[in-house]
């Protein structure tokens, strides 16, 4: 049975940084990302990871503040993120599946609030 967990998310301040997490049991994929969704918006792109090569994606609204990395020993993906601005509060999901994009055959965890106060 596959799960996903995140945890890590939390209140914080403009300008300062909070660090996800993302438990991955069950088995492994292709690819691992973050998604956010904020209130009245539809759920976006934030970042990706490859589990085997390590290459990395970003939503160009993260770019540079942002870094997503995995540990394989321990099965988690993380999201390190930094200069939060008010824009980033969101619901921040975790995903697994064989693509960057969404599809039919993903996984994804309940999701963690963010919110970033100004």
């Known amino acids: 049975q596959v799960q996903l967990v995140e945890s890590g998310g939390g209140l914080v301040q403009a300008g300062g940084s909070l660090r996800l997490s993302c438990v991955i049991s069950?088995?492994?994929?292709?690819?691992y990302g973050w998604f956010r969704q904020a209130p009245g918006k539809e759920r976006e792109f934030v970042a990706a990871?490859?589990?085997?090569?390590?290459?990395?994606y970003y939503a160009v609204s993260v770019k540079g503040r942002f870094t997503i990395s995995r540990d394989n020993a321990k099965n988690t993906v993380y999201l390190q993120m930094n200069s939060l601005k008010p824009e980033d509060t969101a619901v921040y999901y975790c995903?697994?599946?064989?693509?960057?994009?969404?599809?039919?055959?993903?996984?994804w965890g309940k999701g963690t609030l963010v919110t970033v106060s100004s």
């Open positions: 995903k697994a599946g064989p693509r960057n994009d969404p599809g039919p055959m993903d996984y």
């Open positions: 990871i490859s589990w085997s090569g390590g290459n990395t």
């Open positions: 069950g088995r492994t994929f292709s690819r």
